[in-house]
């Protein structure tokens, strides 16, 4: 198994920055995809960015240019570089991971709330 912790989110006012970071442990050697999903009340919820092992990250139509995910391998860590926030950005930010141990499954860390105020 494998352990996800979040950290780094927070009240900003639009246009502001904030950076989100996730550290993974425990069972991390079959680790595949590392990245980030968000959940709005009231909605269900969404892929922001990810970055499968080999290959150029994944980002949603809506935060291209604006948020930048970065994996480090080594420490099998990944981060959310946030800037110039909107109000829809409001939500529950989760760290996400996929690992191939045993045919593959999902792994989510706790979440950590962004709060983009107007």
């Known amino acids: 198994q494998v352990q996800l912790v979040e950290s780094g989110g927070g009240l900003v006012q639009a246009g502001g920055s904030l950076r989100l970071s996730c550290a993974a442990s425990g069972s991390i050697f079959t680790i595949n995809v590392m990245g980030w999903y968000r959940q709005a009340p009231g909605k269900q919820r969404e892929l922001v960015a990810a970055?499968?092992?080999?290959?150029?990250?994944n980002y949603a139509d809506s935060v291209k240019g604006r948020l930048t995910i970065s994996r480090d391998y080594a420490k099998n860590t990944v981060d959310l570089q946030m800037n110039s926030l909107k109000p829809e950005d409001t939500a529950v930010y989760y760290c996400?991971?996929?690992?191939?141990?045993?045919?593959?499954?999902?792994?989510w860390g706790q979440g950590t709330q962004v709060t983009v105020s107007s």
């Open positions: 970055v499968s092992s080999g290959a150029r990250p």
């Open positions: 996400y991971a996929f690992l191939t141990h045993r045919g593959g499954y999902n792994s």
